[in-house]
C-alpha cells in the first residue's frame, strides 16, 4: 500500500471511529457489541493524473450477547451513511469525499453475530504524488 493509501485509509477509519469502533482490516472483536471494519480498495478508478475513485467495503458487526443500550446494527448502519455520506476527507497530501453506494445484510456462522456490509467510495485528489 502507497504512503498516500495509507493516509487515506488511517483518515477514513479515523472517521468512522469517531461513530463507533472502526478498524483497517483486523478487529479485536472480543469485548466489542458494534464495531466496523474497512477493508482494503475492491477497485480503484483511474479518473486523471491527480485524482482517484476507489471503492472499499465496510462490514459491520454486532454482537447481540453484548447490546446492553437496545442499540441495533441497523441503527448504527443508518447512522454511519447518514452522517458520513458525502463528507470531505481530508489527509495528507490528499482530500476528497465519501459516499455512500449500497448496503447488504450477509450470514454468519454464529447465530448472535449481526453483519451489514456497506459499499463506499471515496473520489480523491492528489496535492503531490511524490510521496508513493
Known sequence: MSVLSKNLFTSIVGMFNEIIPAYFEDAAQDNEPIYC????P?????????A??????????????LFDNGEDIIDVC???RNRLNK??????QLSGHLNFEKETPLQEAEFDINHRRQEWTARVFYYNKEGD
Open 52 to 65: 482517484e475513485l476507489i471503492a472499499f467495503y465496510v462490514d459491520v458487526y454486532g454482537n447481540d450477547k
Open 87 to 92: 463528507s470531505i476527507i481530508k489527509a495528507l
Open 37 to 40: 471494519v474497512i477493508n482494503s
Open 42 to 50: 475492491i477497485r480503484t478508478g483511474i479518473t486523471d493524473e491527480d
Open 78 to 80: 443508518d447512522n454511519l
